[in-house]
């Protein structure tokens, strides 16, 4: 039985890939450095992640798959389900062993079926963390949004935050899996915080980094939120197979209604900004 480990990267997983076809040996178990294997009798392999093999085995991969295919690859790696190793490494033998493209079609196969379900769920979640995200701006002008989704797939959304929110710096941070992307004006990193505000778990900045006109702006959605809504219309079933419940304590419009330094109708609001009527 022989049981492989790597770093938990994707390179190092497609490495593992390039190594046991190298090797000629057919792990029956991968998982990430420190990860124990089910039988006392396995042989053990730490992978070490090589760029040049990973990037031959994805190089081989986007010659015989669609690019929807591939992306549903890397999809798998991220989907982070207990046995999404050894199903990715099903299906890239499967890949290889076709001796033409097109294999992610046959859906006579289980690993393709399992593949496809899980591009489909990740996609899923990736448009709700679209959908869902509500930034709030600290003193320093930072817009920080914090996430818990289902799956890993920060990386993913990246790109529309990118696109759509590029002349502000923000900071989106899964409290899941502690690390966060940072857009700085000109790039995104990865980054990690040490010691996470124990607010920020539960959705919401401590107030005290928060700007003074960032609770009135919360309330305010809150308020255009409960005007919006039209309770003749009202289908709870529909609202939550749209807005699951386990996202509300990250959405403005779900939260207890913010306590602003004053009340409202007393304060002075930002420029642009136009007062509701009851």
Known sequence: MHFYTYDGSFEGLLTVV????????????IGKAGEVPAGIFA???????QEAKAKRVWQGLAKKLSQAALENVYKTYLWEQPGCEMLLFR???LVFASPQSGI??????????KIAAIGKQMFREKHRMEAFIRFQRTQDGLFVAPINPDFNVLPLIVGHFEKRYADQPWLIYDVRRAYGAYYDLEQVQLVSIEELPKSLKKGQLPIELLTEVEPLY?????????????PE???RKLHLRH???RYWKYLTEKKPRVQAHQPIQNKQLP???HRLQP
Not at 18 to 29: G, L, T
Not at 43 to 49: G, K, L, N, S
Not at 104 to 113: D, L, T
């Open 18 to 29: 390039f190594e046991a076809y190298e090797r000629k040996e057919w792990p029956d178990q």
């Open 43 to 49: 042989t053990h392999h730490f992978i070490p992640t």
């Open 91 to 93: 299906f890239v033998r």
């Open 104 to 113: 992610e079609e046959n859906f006579a196969e289980p690993v393709v079926q």
């Open 218 to 230: 919360q309330q305010l959605w809150q308020v255009y939120f409960d005007h919006v809504n039209i």
């Open 233 to 235: 219309r009202k289908n």
């Open 243 to 245: 807005m699951p419940k």
């Open 271 to 273: 420029t642009g900004a």
